[in-house]
């Protein structure tokens, strides 16, 4: 088995178009609650939706929604599910064998130094986890003695209200990844992401 080292990443699924008409969707809802429908002009959503944030009004940047594909630690998906206002597709270790390789994402905070320490542990893990297989234990079974640092696949929707929470968290893996995901999204719909 192969053991390939992986950064975190993320790819936006959602259409680019379908993005960049997400002001006018938001401002379509949002005027529904101050009945000012009559004030919608081509280039009012912008500064309508910075409005209603600066208020507090998220509730309307539920109608919209991002979807990606994610590929972190199993440590950070664990992190990243606890956040429910999301629907999730995650790999599966019941069913991917990682019979030909697997891939880890290496702690930014493990030096060089304790990098061998680390490897070995992780070597050992996977050493094992192939054992159980090569003895017929269940992939369910054997699975759990895969580290935290396995990479994971995991599909992920978030309305833009939610993402605007996320945003914000501290975690260094989720953030790293989140942080390539607003630089694009805020070069899209920069008005979305005001105040973050």
């Given amino acids: 088995m192969i053991v390939h080292i992986v950064e975190p990443s993320v790819q936006i699924l959602t259409s680019r ?11 379509r809802a949002g005027r529904v609650c101050y009945r ?15 409005k209603i944030v600066s208020r507090g009004h998220d509730s309307v940047l539920e109608h919209c929604s991002v979807t990606c594909l994610f590929t ?13 206002l ?6 599966s270790q019941r069913y991917n064998s990682y019979s030909e390789s697997i891939r880890i994402i290496i702690p ?3 030096t060089k130094e304790k990098l061998k320490l680390f490897m070995n542990s992780v070597n050992i893990a996977i050493e094992t986890y192939k054992d159980l297989v090569s ?13 935290n640092c396995i990479a994971s696949d995991i599909v992920a929707t978030f309305n833009i209200r939610e993402l605007r929470h996320i945003f914000s968290i501290r975690q260094w893996e989720i953030r790293n990844v989140f942080k390539k995901l607003f630089e ?13």
């Fill in 108 to 110: 930014q905070n493990i």
């Fill in 17 to 27: 178009s379908d993005i960049e008409d997400f002001p006018k969707r938001i401002e």
């Fill in 36 to 50: 000012s429908e009559h004030k919608t002009t081509e280039n009012s959503s912008d500064d309508f939706i910075r």
């Fill in 135 to 147: 003895t017929k234990t269940k992939l369910e079974d054997a699975r759990y003695i895969l580290p």
């Fill in 184 to 196: 694009e999204l805020n070069i899209l719909v920069p008005c979305l992401f005001v105040s973050i």
């Fill in 86 to 91: 999301a629907s999730y597709s995650q790999e």
């Fill in 72 to 84: 972190i630690s199993r440590a950070c998906s664990h992190q990243l599910v606890r956040h429910r």
